[in-house]
């Protein structure tokens, strides 16, 4: 009796555990980040076709950053557990979708062989969450960064803040070198909030491009 009495337990606690984990929360909402740049003479005249402000929606283990710059917006669909990228590029006259792999995506970041990290111990506030700041080095081209980190929350990474090292928390300030260009992105608002509905869908009138069609392609373009 006592035998069946354990076992009719143990079969409701795990018929509980599946109840709980198919009514998991997914956990989902947006950050807006600010963008900044310090740009070289030579390229100064570039700083009105670039973007100042990205929204991420995220979703579980995918994320969609849309930035915009002008009448051009940049959009990047990422799934890190499939190390899936896609990219959606649209102008007022052409709309183009890009699927990177893996391989071509290493290829797309200036940080390919990712950072050292050292704690500066110094803390802020950045969004209402307490961050740790750490001083960085690209272990591909050798050149300084810094990023400010926070445990407070946990999100998954999208295209801004894939090339960073998710053990030292969510990167919500960080100042990188690229080209002579150094960029400043810092999170001003983070929600958590059901996303917009096909958020993570192409509209329609996108043509195909490869990674090297895009990269081929003249800069007018």
């Known amino acids: 009796m006592i035998h069946m009495r354990k076992t009719v337990l143990y079969a409701l606690a795990i018929m509980a555990f599946f109840c709980s984990c198919g009514h998991k929360e997914v956990k989902q909402g ?25 929204t991420v929606y995220f979703k579980g283990d995918s994320a969609v950053s849309v930035q915009q710059a002008n009448t051009e917006s940049t959009t ?3 799934c890190t557990p499939a190390s899936f990228m ?13 699927d990177y792999n893996k391989a071509e995506q290493a290829l797309e970041t200036p940080a ?4 050292s990290y050292t704690s500066a111990k110094e803390t802020k506030s950045i969004a209402g969450h307490k961050a740790l700041k750490y001083n960085l080095t690209n272990q591909a081209t050798g050149e300084s960064a810094e990023a400010w980190f926070t445990r407070e929350i946990s999100v998954v990474p999208n295209s801004l803040t894939m090339t960073f090292d998710t053990t030292y928390g969510v990167p919500l300030e960080f100042t990188t070198s690229q080209n002579g260009m150094i960029i400043k992105t810092t999170v001003t608002q983070v929600k958590f909030e059901p996303v917009p509905a096909g958020v993570f869908s192409i509209p329609p009138g996108y043509a195909p491009l490869t990674p090297k069609q895009l990269r081929d392609m003249p800069v007018e373009n």
Request: no cysteine; proline share 7%.
């Open 30 to 54: 947006s950050i807006t980040y600010n963008i900044g740049y310090q740009l070289p003479d030579s390229l100064r005249r570039y700083l009105v076709y670039l973007p100042k402000s990205a």
């Open 76 to 78: 990047v669909i990422t």
């Open 86 to 98: 896609r990219v959606l590029l649209r102008s007022p006259d052409k709309k183009y979708v890009i």
């Open 112 to 115: 390919r062989l990712g950072y």
